[in-house]
């Protein structure tokens, strides 16, 4: 357990609508990023940072906005919903001892445009 | 572009019976490979290969990577209901010190009784 919490687990929402999705870690990690999961295309990176008030995009960052102004929080925020966003979303962190790359996922949160 | 494929994209086998799934990729930096398992929920990490040859073992799974032929084999041996998931495949990229990790599609593995 890496001490990873995201809230909401699930929500639906309208389309048009700003959203808000938080990442909670416990244990002061200076790396977390967050995904989307679809199917037929595994995780892709959305955003992530490397500390407070360091963020820089991934690979599908059209429509997300991300702020970390506390360590322990990472915030995806999709400001006006499309149904195209409509996905799970991974927040992770990489933990900061050691020489070691590997991500530790959260839970998910399960999110609907409709 | 970078990217990691993973084959097949499904497969359905019975207990018992050994499967092997395939990652290759194509990333200019590439540093290491990252298996991970995913049941109904986050995914877990398996194993992280960085050495062409040597072999990760964690009892009855098994990896190796190729790097002169761009890929990796993760095999399953005595295969048992509960190995029934999604096994993800992702690749390091050495570009920047952000330790991002690109993903293949997923192999969606059923393993029935």
């Known amino acids: 357990d890496a001490g990873i919490t995201q809230s909401p687990r699930h929500k639906v929402t309208e389309t048009g609508t700003p959203v808000t999705l938080r990442c909670h870690q416990t244990e002061n990690h200076r790396y977390m990023y967050w995904y989307r999961q679809d199917p037929g295309h595994g995780l892709r990176l959305i955003h992530y940072?490397?500390?407070?008030?360091?963020?820089d995009k991934g690979e599908v960052s059209d429509g997300y906005s991300v702020s970390r102004s506390k360590t322990e929080d990472f915030l995806l925020t999709l400001e006006s919903a499309t149904s195209s966003q409509t996905s799970v979303y991974f927040c992770?962190?990489?933990?900061?001892?050691?020489?070691?790359?590997?991500?530790?996922f959260g839970p998910g949160t399960r999110l609907t445009v409709t | 572009e970078d990217k990691v494929v993973q084959s097949p994209l499904s497969l359905v086998v019975h207990e018992g019976d050994t499967v092997t799934l395939n990652c290759s990729y194509e990333v200019t930096n590439f540093r290491s490979l990252l298996w991970y398992k995913q049941e109904k929920k986050a995914p877990t990490f398996l194993f992280m290969l960085t050495s062409s040859g040597i072999e990760k073992k964690s009892g009855r799974l098994s990896s190796i990577l190729d790097k002169k032929e761009l890929f990796s084999i993760l095999n399953i041996t005595a295969t048992q209901t509960g190995d029934s998931a999604i096994y993800l495949c992702a690749v390091r990229d050495g570009s920047s010190n952000t330790g991002k990790l690109i993903f293949g599609q997923g192999t969606t593995l059923q393993v029935k009784p």
């Open positions: 992770a962190i990489r933990p900061s001892s050691g020489s070691t790359y590997e991500q530790y």
């Open positions: 940072s490397y500390g407070v008030k360091d963020t």
